[in-house]
């Protein structure tokens, strides 16, 4: 069976991991499955030239590729960098639909979670998910990966396409410290 590994968008000896137009496709994959406006629905991201100029944005995102063997079947990207705690986001595309999600999740965020810097800390105790709670299917996934059900916020996110803030459930992966 294959396994699910994370490949990190980063710059290696010069040379980056992934084109530009390669970073600009996954967007457009995005689009084409159905998932703009509810992966993207705060419309901070509307292009794949806008995803490709945050990825880069220095600080901003690390943007990694999960496959399942040679299969490419989504991304996860971290943001909001607070010490050892972040925000994840993610997606996964429709060539993975019908395969186990759930696993694969669970894979791709254990690899996160255990991530070791340079010097062999960990980088992250944290994981943190804010998703619309109008995305059941989302929430369904992600305590499917593993992470957990903190609550709900009110008018805890924006919604571009109501124009109006929009309950958000938070999610949480700890790492046992």
């Known amino acids: 069976m294959?396994?699910?590994?994370?490949?990190?968008?980063?710059?290696?000896?010069?040379?980056?991991?992934?084109?530009?137009?390669?970073?600009?496709?996954?967007?457009?994959?995005?689009?084409?499955?159905?998932?703009?406006?509810?992966?993207?629905?705060?419309?901070?991201?509307?292009?794949?030239e806008e995803f490709l100029k945050e990825m880069n944005r220095p600080g901003a995102a690390l943007l990694y590729v999960v496959y399942?063997?040679?299969?490419?079947?989504?991304?996860?990207?971290?943001?909001?960098?607070?010490g050892r705690s972040c925000r994840v986001h993610f997606t996964t595309f429709s060539e993975a639909w019908k395969m186990?999600?759930?696993?694969?999740?669970?894979?791709?965020?254990?690899?996160?979670?255990?991530?070791?810097?340079?010097?062999?800390?960990?980088?992250?105790?944290?994981?943190?998910?804010?998703?619309?709670?109008?995305?059941?299917?989302a929430i369904r996934a992600l305590e499917k990966a593993g992470l957990q059900h903190v609550g709900e916020i009110p008018h805890g996110m924006w919604n571009a396409k109501e124009r109006k803030t929009v309950p958000a459930t938070l999610m949480c992966l700890t790492r046992e410290v």
């Open 68 to 82: 399942h063997g040679d299969l490419q079947i989504g991304i996860i990207w971290l943001t909001h960098f607070e």
């Open 2 to 48: 294959p396994e699910t590994v994370i490949m990190p968008y980063c710059e290696v000896d010069g040379i980056r991991t992934f084109k530009d137009s390669e970073v600009m496709e996954m967007y457009s994959k995005i689009e084409r499955d159905g998932l703009k406006d509810i992966v993207f629905s705060s419309g901070d991201i509307n292009s794949p």
């Open 100 to 137: 186990d999600v759930a696993a694969m999740g669970r894979s791709s965020s254990q690899q996160i979670i255990n991530m070791r810097s340079s010097s062999g800390e960990y980088v992250f105790d944290v994981l943190l998910g804010l998703v619309p709670s109008f995305n059941v299917r």
